[in-house]
């Protein structure tokens, strides 16, 4: 069993690496990743927004 998790967290930090190492050399998959990360962080903003006005309006 030892053996198997060590595996598995070896095998999940190589993936993690070579992912890294793959966004960062390929500009097309950096920037569709930059790309999400700004579409989700706006997404989180208009539901906050959306909550203090809808607070607001309750009071």
Known sequence: MKDFLGCCLFSMLFG???AAVLVTKNKDVRNAVKTGTT???NKVEDIKESIEKAKKGNK
Do not use: K, P
Request: glycine fraction near 16%; avoid cysteine; charge should be negative.
């Open 16 to 18: 993690a690496g070579l």
């Open 39 to 41: 579409l989700v962080e």
